[in-house]
């Protein structure tokens, strides 16, 4: 042997072992490689969970005898939850209005207090009321008998959403809640032998490869809904051989651990099926929501093959943008049902002759009602942070009342622009509104700005600007607790010179400069006169003033100035309406609320925003005060308004002015609800307006569209009614005691001008007087 | 427009009268079916002869009310409280607040509702509320007050 064949007869196991070293070792990083694919897919897959939006409610409707709803009212509430006006009711999410009488199936809901059933009714509307309520029960006899409903209660309407940082938006449901006809359709188009093969489909790839060879088209997709999954959960752009390679092995690893149903309910919530804006629409329960605003169990059979035909391309079949393509997409979709027997001839002839129905696009909702998304914002970073509200699928159940809000966002601007004096360079005046029930404090609808939708500066909850003669009630309120001053009591209105806490002199004056010499605390507080107001306010204390703030819910610290008397006090137009909503309630402070609910997407009930409620003041003392305040209305600076709210009258209510007219406030309230408008320039420049001609005037406005409610304030038993003088005076005489007026007092507490009528008066006046305070 | 006015007061009549039978010790079923006394004096606002509502007699109708939304309601909280879900039953209460804000027995029911939850200072407040919408009504003056001088003594 020579050299030569000694190395030739080595080599040879050289080469074999190194061959045999690298396929072993290639077989090893094959098998590790594929280990790896099914870790990977049975770790995620078992572990799916998507990030879910969390979803923002409005109130919902309430229906019940003598709920103050028209059917204008009602049927906007119903188009807004995606309801079908139909001629006959057959289902739930249908409804038929007609003459005043409304029949609709509700959906049902789950409350944070429990479940809403979906029930039939009836629903009579008289004027501006709801006047019946009934359901129709069919005996099995066949006789139908009416019994009257005492309370429906519609699903909340969805008003914006919280997004996850992807984007991603879907509401995932289980096999059982989707329509057996959408999983045909999409078998029938996009995987036919689903239930056979082992997650990748060669004859499935064969056959769609000869139908579109065939057709000319692509009408058949070759991989299967398995791999489409893996393809969804995996999102990448690679397109190579060695990632579809990668994905068949996954498809059949996901087949392997998992179920037919599991990977098949997988599909269906993970599928991308439209982008809203910023907001990529998954899953084909969201999808029908988007489309048609109705839930995936109400659709058609022709509006469910439409939703099936879209995984092939969401944006090129959008049935909103391509309408044409869409119908042709949908078609193939039934006829391949049809052809694979899911659906008879007729069904494919009537649903493929069916026009689309598909909603109009909804309004971009991460923008919707941005102010009041704002406040409900600040409320919740209370108690969740911004993760959880980004991820976890949570429902937010807010006060916002959508009739409220939506008639406010109308008549906000025209009215803005009906009492601005157009700056010289155009700056435009702006405003801020709120607007809570009276009774709860529950925030019913809120403007940061003239313009409804206006995203940034937040002037409801962030202008923060002097309150003028808002502060007024305050003061008298002090006054009447002190258990000191009546109604009645008789305040100076003349010129006074104070030295104020820096030992400057200070003469303040009245708005119109003059001066009403002796006159009663009623009056002073109706017609917001500065001079008398000074002079209750230095009687009573600057401090005592400023804890009646702070009872009234004001939480910044006031400093004692007597500028406060005049109103030298700032306030966002939010805190302004704390303070009035606490006058609204007889003196009960409670919190301004926006959030009354949160519960998991399941309904479970995480948090629970209740009722508080503090006593502030004597019911007695905040009647007397409002007995004022709704003279405002009627001989006060207010009574402009009179006659724009002649059918809301009684309200209670104040003007506010601020110097040079930089601001024009009003706040005020009916039995309902409590509003507060402010209007003033962004760089604090001169209105030209006063809080009378400017802001009462926007708020008279709104709150004529939104019908408030007058006041019924019940008089506590402690109230009685007396005479008094028309002309206020320290010492009245027997001739002032001819011409009276009535005014309320609290029992035992009457002031000199009713005591001395009483004893200047003849024996029969008193009489009379006596049987008068005890029968009104 | 004069029903809108009259509604509530016609209401605010027959809750002020119905005898109410107290919730602390076990949840008692609510019996509001008592008719109010015609009559009974009602001050709203100043005598002014325009601002003051005729003083009808409650119409016959309004006596026998069958399953009005509040009763409805407080049917609900009842088993709320049955099932020992304090705070579901707060929320019904709250839900029949909205419908009827000014009913003194409702507040006096959240008020309870409260208490046993020893949620003691909100018992309060919701308490003095029952009271100010109270007038007129002495037996549920009564309850309410026992009930605060229950909290008095926490």
């Known amino acids: 042997m020579t050299d030569h064949e000694v190395k030739q007869e080595r080599q040879s196991p050289v080469w074999r072992r190194r061959l045999i070293w690298s396929l072993g070792l290639g077989l090893a990083i094959l098998v590790a490689w594929l280990m790896w694919i099914d870790y990977q897919v049975r770790r995620d897959f078992a572990a799916l969970q998507w990030a879910l939006p969390a979803r923002i409610y409005a109130r919902p409707a309430e229906l019940y005898t003598g709920a103050p709803l028209n059917a204008a009212v009602v049927n906007d509430y119903l188009q807004q939850l995606g309801y079908r006006q139909v001629d006959a009711v057959a289902g739930s999410g249908e409804f038929r209005l007609q003459g005043g009488q409304l029949q609709v199936q509700t959906r049902g809901f789950q409350f944070w207090d429990g479940t809403e059933p979906s029930v039939f009714a009836t629903i009579e509307f008289g004027d501006d009321q709801i006047a019946s309520v009934s359901a129709d029960a069919i005996a099995g006899n066949g006789d139908v008998t009416t019994r009257s409903l005492p309370l429906v209660r519609l699903e909340p309407v969805e008003i914006t959403q919280i997004n996850p940082a992807t984007g991603e938006d879907r509401l995932p449901v289980s096999l059982d809640q989707v329509p057996e006809a959408l999983i045909n359709a999409i078998i029938a188009v996009e995987d036919q032998r689903f239930y056979q093969h082992w997650g990748v489909d060669p004859k499935g790839i064969l056959r769609a490869f000869w139908v579109n060879l065939r057709r000319g088209e692509v009408v058949q997709g070759g991989s299967t809904l398995t791999q489409q999954l893996v393809k969804n959960l995996y999102l990448t752009q690679d397109r190579t051989l060695r990632r579809k390679v990668e994905e068949a092995f996954m498809a059949l690893a996901l087949e392997l651990h998992f179920s037919k149903d599991e990977i098949l309910a997988a599909y269906l919530n993970e599928v991308f099926l439209g982008q809203d804006g910023s907001r990529a629409i998954h899953g084909f329960t969201l999808a029908a929501q988007y489309y048609f605003s109705r839930p995936l169990t109400e659709l058609s059979l022709a509006e469910l093959a439409l939703l099936a035909g879209l995984p092939r391309g969401a944006s090129f079949y959008n049935p909103r943008r391509n309408p044409e393509r869409a119908l042709n997409r949908r078609n193939t979709v039934l006829r391949n049902m049809a052809a694979q027997g899911y659906i008879s001839e007729a069904e494919y002839d009537s649903a493929s002759s069916a026009q689309l129905s598909t909603s109009l696009r909804p309004a971009r909702r991460n923008r919707a009602y941005p102010a009041f998304m704002d406040l409900v914002r600040a409320d919740l970073a209370r108690d969740y942070d911004a993760d959880a509200l980004r991820s976890e699928g949570l429902r937010i159940f807010t006060t916002l009342d959508l009739r409220v809000q939506q008639t406010m966002d109308t008549a906000l601007e025209p009215a803005v622009a009906a009492v601005e004096m157009v700056a010289d360079d155009g700056t435009p005046l702006q405003a801020a509104m709120v607007i809570s029930d009276s009774n709860t404090g529950e925030i019913r609808a809120l403007a940061g700005s003239r313009r409804p939708g206006a995203v940034g500066f937040n002037r409801a909850l962030n202008a923060v600007r002097p309150i003028g003669s808002l502060i007024k009630p305050a003061i008298y309120l002090a006054a009447l607790e002190s258990g000191d001053d009546t109604l009645a009591t008789v305040l100076s209105d003349r010129p006074v010179e104070l030295v104020t806490e820096d030992g400057q002199r200070w003469s303040p004056g009245n708005f119109d400069d003059q001066t009403a010499g002796d006159v009663y605390f009623h009056d002073a507080l109706a017609r917001s006169l500065n001079l008398a107001t000074v002079d209750l306010g230095t009687r009573i204390g600057i401090d005592t003033v400023i804890n009646m703030l702070d009872d009234l819910g004001h939480s910044r610290p006031v400093p004692e100035y007597l500028s406060v008397l005049l109103g030298a006090v700032d306030m966002a137009p939010l805190e302004v309406a704390r303070f009035y909503q606490t006058l609204a309630s007889s003196g009960f402070y409670s919190p301004l609320r926006s959030v009354e609910a949160v519960t998991t997407g399941e309904g479970e009930r995480l948090q629970r925003y209740g009722f508080e409620t503090k006593q502030v003041a004597d019911p007695a003392s905040v009647f007397l005060l409002e007995q004022a305040l709704q003279d405002v209305f009627v001989r006060g600076t207010a009574r402009s308004a009179a006659e724009t709210l002649a059918d809301n009258l009684p309200l209670a209510g104040k003007t506010g002015t601020t110097n040079d007219y930089r601001d024009s406030w009003f706040a005020g309230y009916g039995d309902d609800l409590t509003g507060v408008v402010w209007l003033g320039y962004d760089d604090n420049r001169n209105t030209g307006l006063t809080g009378a001609t400017g802001a009462l005037r926007v708020w008279a406005a709104v709150m004529q569209q939104l019908a408030i409610q007058p006041r019924q304030t019940r008089a506590p038993d402690a109230i009685v009614w007396e005479e008094v003088p028309i002309r206020a005076s320290l010492s009245p005489t027997t001739e002032d005691c001819q011409a009276t007026r009535l005014l309320p007092f609290r029992e035992g507490q009457l002031p000199a001008a009713v005591t001395e009528c009483l004893q200047n008066g003849t024996l029969l006046d008193r009489v009379i007087d006596r049987f008068r305070s005890l029968s009104p | ?154």
């Open chain 2, 1 to 154: 427009m004069m029903l809108r006015i009259l509604m509530p007061v016609l209401l605010s009549l027959l809750s002020a009268c119905a005898s109410y039978i107290p919730v602390n010790e076990s949840p008692a079923p609510v019996e509001r079916s008592e008719p109010a006394r015609p009559g009974t004096p009602v001050l709203v606002g100043p005598p002014r002869p325009e601002s003051v509502p005729e003083q009808s007699p409650v119409p016959a109708s309004r006596q026998s009310v069958p399953a009005t939304a509040s009763s409805t309601l407080l049917a609900s909280v009842d088993a709320a409280m049955a099932a020992g879900d304090f705070e579901r039953a707060a929320a019904v209460s709250e839900r029949a607040l909205r419908i009827s804000p000014r009913d003194a027995v409702i507040w006096y029911r959240l008020a309870n509702i409260r208490y046993q939850q020893q949620r003691y200072a909100d018992a309060r407040g919701l308490a003095r509320r029952a009271l100010s919408y109270a007038a007129g009504d002495a037996t549920l003056q009564q309850q309410v007050n026992d009930l605060l001088a229950r909290l008095d003594n926490q």
